[in-house]
C-alpha cells in the first residue's frame, strides 16, 4: 500500500481501491478469512459508533499508526491487513461508498 497524494480526501474510496476490492473478493473462496475477517467488524461494532464520518475518523488514526510502524500490505492476512478489510467491509455493508460524497 502507497500513500499516494490525495488518499486523505477520500481514505475509504482510496482503502477500497489499495486493498479492499481485492480482500473481500478472496473472502468469496476463503471461509477463514470471512471469520477472521468477521472477529474484526465485531471490534469496530463494540468500538465505535458506525456512521460514515466516525469510521473515517478511526481509518485515519489507524492508517497514520501503520505509516508510523513502517506497514506494507504484503497481500498476507495479518492483523493490519485483517482490520483494514474490516473497515472496507463495513463501508460497503452500510452503503458509505454508494454515494458520490467523499468517503
Known amino acids: 500500500m502507497v500513500f499516494e497524494d ?3 480526501a477520500s481514505p475509504l474510496r482510496w482503502l477500497m481501491g489499495s486493498l479492499g476490492e481485492s480482500q473481500l473478493a478472496r473472502m ?3 471461509p477463514g478469512l470471512v471469520a477472521a475477517v468477521d ?9 465505535i459508533p458506525l456512521d460514515r464520518e466516525t469510521l473515517v475518523d478511526y481509518l485515519l488514526g489507524f492508517l497514520d499508526e ?3 510502524r513502517g506497514w506494507v500490505f504484503s497481500g498476507e492476512s ?3 491487513a ?3 478489510t474490516a473497515v472496507c467491509w463495513l463501508a460497503r455493508e452500510l452503503g458509505f ?3 458520490g460524497n467523499p468517503a
Do not use: M, S
Not at 39 to 47: K, S
Open 39 to 47: 472477529q474484526h467488524v465485531a471490534v469496530l461494532r463494540d468500538a
Open 78 to 80: 495479518d492483523a493490519p
Open 66 to 68: 501503520l505509516r508510523h
Open 97 to 99: 461508498l454508494e454515494d
Open 82 to 84: 485483517l482490520r483494514l
Open 28 to 30: 468469496d473462496a476463503d
Open 6 to 8: 490525495g488518499w486523505a
